[in-house]
């Protein structure tokens, strides 16, 4: 395993804001806005045909986003307030803070509607478009959560809307494929390549090459190109900008560490945004350690999905970031036992907070993660994300290398995940998962 | 460097390769492509053989990248069956240097094979720290591996003339030239910046979207063709040539050449679907590569002749 990040907890009151106030516009905010660069990360590798596309976003994300131009984030906070019910909890995990002899609070991001943080970001971008008179969306869904988060923004700001999913993942997904049926979306399948997130990807990009025009592709973690990166962190960022007050608010002091997990990274840059200027709070990004760290480079295959800790410098789907490819180049297939975290590339800005060594980056692997998955269930009353679950991995392995009040964000809930616990659990013995003999019989 | 043109005086000013700038100097130049390795390698030396035959000026071969974000499914296709038969950059290289064609060659792919290439990228993963430290070369060693090939330009859809510069430098270093793609939205100072990196000829996109044959072709081709006016680059039209007909038209409208791909790759997917020999495949490759040379050749001569507007 790795080691882990700084284990400071020296923060004074003298050294903090606490006056709950969270101002935007600091240094690691403001990282990225003006031209779309992290360090040696970021950038816009693009066809020429989506420039334009590109460059009208980049306008529209200044002027609405970062200027609020006909109040369009006044709008945007109201919707999350009123359709997504914010603001979230930040919830004090006794039982945890127990077990780990430390405070542990969960961000309840599993109480946004539709059961993820991904309708943070979702609604901000479908609103946007509505501001920049786009009449269509479109987008890619990996486990479907952002494609459901996309369907339901969609149908509350009544725009058209097409998810493209590999096809793959629907017959993984099918309750997810229902739920964007249900808010009026088209499910449009991808069979390229494994047909997983990576392949959706790059279809929606070549529907966007098409469409440019009347089309708004709402991009769903901080990847690709120039301005999604901090487009999406910006609407994500509710997260941390919330949990910095409350944490502020319940124990007069900033915490020690937040964890996220990390696939492409949008519930970790969310979660991170608001404490990055905060140098005493660690910061740690798990990622999916599959069922192995090494690599299989004949078959192209990663049999995990950590591009920060694993991965190597490159450029996909429209920016440089940190990969998973073989030494030709050619992307790998990630895997993860969360179809969430399962994408061979990362968002740049964690790349290059990873290189800075303000993000620790650790990889978790499948049995810590559904490990982590039953002991949050049992002890807390809350069934997460499998992607989730890998933070609270995390914080089984490395809770005595961590400080005094520790952050975890609950990115999701596991409602969606059921099938695949029942699966992976029954091929596991673990101590805190029920018996599953009545549920591996053939339901 | 290639010896396989000989050099003219044409307006060798333009770019780095003399044998490209010959390609366009003395009637329209017919670009075809093919994704090199598709379906097998030994086929698809003979179905550029094939191209060459049918009277390509310039040969625009494919190196498949995993996630090829420009292609639509036609050459997406060819791509994957190339990748399944373990095409590489290095077999990619040795393809390009067995070929024994007289047309001169040009590179398409995406940029991070350009960029890996000779970095080891990958093979240290496993055992990678977390500090992220990485030993990327960047685009040189592709470009002087290329040129050693024989390569004479380059062509990289997902390469923005913004963050060129790099390649730009290593392909003056080699002398190859590096195309760009100019779309029908490109206008204003993004169409200044992307011809100021451009050298060899311009690939005028026809129409928006991805690659794939068309049976019409767009209003969008003579609009760009008359934006690109100014610029004393050749003009090659691309996306959606597939018939003589269609080649005739775009080079009477002032086209200096026709890039044609998706329509040659569903030749090579027909004879993989229907078990075609490699020596039937090969001959409708070079038939249709006739038809389209002939009809540019018909479209300049109608151009040539004087008419009462010019």
Same mark, same amino acid.
């Given at each position: 395993m790795s080691e882990t990040g700084p284990t400071t907890s020296e923060t004074t009151d003298a050294g903090v804001s606490t006056d709950g106030a969270t101002p935007s516009r600091r240094p690691g905010r403001e990282r =990225?806005?003006?031209? *779309?660069?992290f360090g040696r990360y970021g950038g816009q590798y693009v066809p020429e045909a989506l420039m334009p596309a590109i460059e009208e976003l980049t306008d529209a994300y200044e002027r609405y986003? @970062?200027?609020?131009?006909? *109040?369009f984030m006044d709008e945007f906070r109201e919707r999350l307030a009123d359709f997504g019910g914010r603001p979230i909890p930040l919830q004090r995990a006794d039982r945890l803070s127990e077990r780990y002899d430390r405070e542990v609070f969960l961000?309840?991001?599993? @109480?946004l509607h539709g059961g993820a943080h991904k309708l943070n970001n979702a609604l901000g971008q479908v609103l946007l478009a509505k501001y920049m008179g786009k009449e269509r969306i479109i987008a890619e869904t990996g486990a479907g959560q952002h494609g459901t988060a996309t369907a339901m923004a969609a149908a509350h700001l009544d725009m058209p809307c097409e998810i493209y999913m590999g096809e793959r993942d629907i017959n993984r997904q099918r309750p997810n494929v229902f739920r964007m049926k249900l808010n009026g979306a088209e499910v449009n399948p991808v069979t390229a390549g494994r047909g997983t997130l990576k392949e959706a990807i790059s279809e929606t990009m070549r529907d966007w090459a098409t469409t440019v025009e009347n089309t708004h592709y709402v991009i769903g973690s901080v990847v690709g190109p120039h301005p999604f990166p901090v487009m999406v962190r910006d609407f994500q960022a509710v997260i941390s900008e919330e949990a910095r007050a409350q944490a502020i608010e319940k124990t007069g002091d900033l915490p020690t560490d937040v964890v996220a997990c990390a696939g492409g990274g949008s519930n970790t840059m969310g979660a991170f945004a608001a404490f990055v200027d905060d140098d005493p709070v660690a910061l740690h990004a798990i990622e999916a350690g599959g069922s192995t760290l090494e690599v299989d480079e004949e078959a192209g295959v990663a049999p995990n999905s950590a591009s920060l800790y694993a991965g190597e410098e490159g450029v996909l789907h429209g920016a440089r970031t940190k990969l998973l490819q073989d030494s030709d180049g050619q992307i790998m297939e990630s895997h993860s036992i969360s179809s969430g975290l399962d994408y061979a590339g990362v968002g740049p800005e964690l790349a290059y907070l990873v290189d800075e060594g303000r993000v620790n980056p650790v990889a978790v692997d499948d049995d810590a993660a559904l490990a982590g998955f039953h002991r949050l269930s049992r002890t807390e009353g809350i069934i997460p994300a499998l992607e989730t679950a890998h933070a609270f991995g995390f914080l089984e392995e490395h809770? #005595?290398? @961590? =400080?005094?009040r520790v952050i975890v964000n609950v990115s999701g809930r596991g409602d969606k995940d059921l099938d695949a616990a029942i699966e992976e659990t029954d091929k596991r013995d673990i101590a805190e998962a029920p018996d599953m003999s009545m549920f591996t019989g053939g339901i | 460097m290639s010896e396989r043109v000989t050099e003219t #005086?044409?307006?060798?000013?333009? =770019?780095?390769s003399a044998a490209i700038a010959a390609a366009f100097a003395d009637g329209p130049a017919y670009i075809p492509y093919l994704a090199v390795g598709d379906p097998d390698y030994e086929a698809s030396l003979e179905y550029v053989r094939a191209l060459d035959r049918g009277g390509a000026d310039v040969i625009e071969l494919g190196l498949p990248f995993s996630e090829p974000i420009a292609e639509g499914p036609t050459i997406q296709g060819a791509l994957v069956r190339s990748l399944d038969a373990g095409m590489t950059p290095d077999r990619f290289f040795a393809f390009a240097e067995e070929l024994d064609v007289e047309a001169p060659l040009v590179c398409m792919t995406y940029y991070n094979l350009i960029y890996q290439y000779g970095s080891g990228a990958g093979e240290a993963q496993s055992a990678s720290d977390a500090s992220g430290t990485t030993a990327s070369g960047g685009p040189r060693p592709f470009v002087e591996r290329a040129a050693a090939a024989g390569i004479e330009g380059l062509v990289v859809p997902d390469l923005p003339a913004e963050e060129a510069d790099p390649l730009r430098e290593a392909c003056d270093e080699f002398g190859l030239d590096l195309v760009f793609i100019v779309a029908p939205t490109t206008v204003g100072d993004r169409l200044d910046r992307i011809m100021s990196q451009v050298s060899g000829y311009v690939y005028v996109q026809a129409r928006l979207g991805t690659t794939g044959a068309r049976s019409d072709v767009s209003d969008q081709t003579t609009e760009s063709l008359d934006r690109l006016d100014d610029y004393d680059v050749p003009k090659a039209v691309g996306f959606g040539i597939s018939t003589g007909e269609h080649a005739e038209r775009i080079v009477a409208g002032g086209a200096d050449g026709i890039i044609v791909g998706s329509a040659l790759v569903d030749i090579v997917a027909d004879g993989v679907d229907s078990d075609l020999s490699t020596a039937a495949v090969a001959d409708r490759l070079e038939a249709l590569s006739r038809e389209l040379k002939d009809g540019a050749e018909r479209g300049y001569a109608a151009r040539a002749e004087p008419t009462g507007a010019q």
């Open positions: =990225g806005r003006a031209d *779309g660069k986003v @970062l200027d609020n131009e006909d *109040g961000k309840r991001e599993d @109480l809770h #005595e290398d @961590l =400080g005094e | #005086e044409a307006n060798v000013e333009t =770019g780095n």
